[in-house]
């Protein structure tokens, strides 16, 4: 019977108590027999709750091939570590065991001297393949490619096809969909083993291959990428350079690390924190500081930009001080209406459904909706002010004209919000930007301004007041 998250986790939080008391009592066959029983991602999870002492010593518990697949599943930080208390043949054992993408992965988070000594143990073969991954863009398709993919020629047989797959699959990190090349590299088709199985076996490849293949290129961009598993559901992409040759493949274990990537670091842009890639457990304060408080600091000198325009409307304020206690709503209403405009269209460009071309019917949807919006936040204000803030708690100062210019300013902050906040998004794409900094934050500090002056425009013009 299938367990839940919740009693693995705690499963694994039980065991790690007791691997300290198997060590110091030297039953290692025992905790072995435990070990070779789980899956290898509950195996890392494992590692990480435990001391850094007894780290080095359950992993060489584990059998070999078993302990290649664990070591993609914990942290940098315990990869460093175990990394430096291997001897020089524990290492290669490792690196020959892991697939090239995997092995990019740790390059990329291992301080000069790890990543001299991994490349050091690898093979030729694997050091020329990992130097072409490492060659391409952070962010692009070539980066989170894997070279370990099956081809196939398309004047093979089925049963060629099958011997070729035995003989060269082992090392493979899929096998399930076979990529078709011509003499000169360039991909031609695709076939899977379920064609395969389904075909006589003196069939030729190229009566059975797919030849309408989608693939991507190598500077392609990896969000991107990664979005096309969801619409297409595959299990791999083909990866080609400027010539249309085949240089490798996008796994879909590697698309959902993208995305998930790409989620957390689109979270913290719309939160202002500087994007990072350590867990926060991992951090210490003043690492979090870092991130967070040259953000906090643009943000404090823009929001100055409201107490200038407060200032300027002293006279005002003076006349009638019953508006200075509405400034809250009004303010709160337009970030929160501008941020869910901004956060609706940020989720629509990174999936795709926007494009810069589409701003004016995004434009025209967004002002329906605040003018519903708008008119229902107002009708349900005009009714609180003067029945309960007038006539239930006595507030005489908020007379039908007060009331009147308050609503009025939100119909208006509202729909300026919805505007500001489905444009910005779209023109920092245009421009370059990634659309998840003009989130919440900033639509806020400049909504904020915006009502504002709004407020106190409206108020000098039906309030008789000056400004």
């Known amino acids: 019977m299938g367990e839940t998250e919740k009693e693995k986790n705690a499963e694994i ?3 790690a108590q007791k691997v300290p008391e198997f060590i110091s009592q030297r039953k290692y066959s025992e905790l072995k027999k435990i070990l070779i029983e789980m899956n290898p991602a509950d195996i890392g999870d494992l590692m990480e709750e435990l001391p850094r002492e007894n780290l080095p010593l359950v992993y060489r518990i584990l059998p070999k091939e078993i302990a290649s697949e664990v070591f993609v599943y914990i942290d940098s930080d315990t990869q460093e570590l175990l990394i430096t208390s291997f001897s020089d043949s524990e290492l290669k054992e490792v690196i020959d065991d892991l697939y090239v993408d995997d092995t990019v992965d740790i390059i990329e988070e291992m301080p000069a001297n790890v990543v001299k000594r991994i490349l050091k143990h690898a093979d030729q073969d694997m050091r020329n393949e990992i130097n ?7 962010d692009s398709a070539g980066s989170v490619m894997t070279t370990e993919y099956v081809d196939l020629k398309e004047n093979l047989t089925v049963e060629d096809a099958f011997l070729r797959i035995r003989r060269t699959a082992v090392d493979k990190e899929t096998i399930y969909t076979c990529y ?3 003499d ?3 991909l031609i088709g695709l076939v899977t083993v379920k064609d395969l199985l389904m075909a006589d076996y003196q069939e030729k490849i190229s009566d059975i291959m797919e030849t309408n293949v989608i693939s991507v290129n190598t500077t392609d961009d990896k969000e991107s990428v990664a979005n096309m598993f969801t619409k297409y559901d595959f299990l791999a992409i083909p990866v080609v350079d400027n010539e249309g040759r085949l240089v490798g493949i996008v796994t879909f274990d590697d698309a959902m690390d993208v995305l998930q990537e790409e989620t957390t670091e689109d979270i913290e842009k719309m939160a202002a924190i500087s994007p990072t890639d350590k867990p926060y457990m991992k951090m210490s304060a003043f690492e979090l500081w870092k991130k967070r408080i040259p953000w906090l600091l643009l943000l404090m000198i823009s929001a100055t930009f409201t107490g200038m325009i407060i200032s300027s409307f002293e006279e005002a304020l003076a006349s009638f001080v019953v508006l200075t206690s509405f400034i ?7 970030g929160n209406t501008g941020s869910q405009a901004s956060v609706t269209v940020i989720r629509s460009i ?4 926007i494009e810069f071309k589409n701003m004016p019917r995004v434009v025209w949807k967004e002002i329906r909706v605040a003018v519903l919006c708008g008119i229902t936040l107002a009708a349900a204000n005009f009714v609180k002010l003067l029945t309960i803030d007038r006539l239930i708690l006595g507030n005489g100062d908020i007379t039908v004209q007060v009331a009147l210019v308050v609503c009025l300013t939100l119909i208006l902050t509202v729909l300026c919000a919805k505007v500001i906040g489905c444009t910005l998004p779209m023109f920092a794409k245009k421009l370059g930007f990634d659309p998840a900094v003009m989130a919440s934050p900033f639509i806020t500090t400049i909504v904020d301004a915006v009502s504002l002056v709004v407020y106190f425009r409206i108020a000098t013009m039906f309030l008789h007041i000056g400004g």
């Open 350 to 353: 990174s999936l795709g459904d």
């Open 328 to 334: 809250p709503m009004l303010m709160d209403t337009g």
């Open 13 to 15: 939080e039980e065991l």
């Open 184 to 186: 000169n590299r360039k």
């Open 180 to 182: 078709v090349k011509d």
């Open 132 to 138: 072409k991954i490492l060659k391409y863009p952070k």
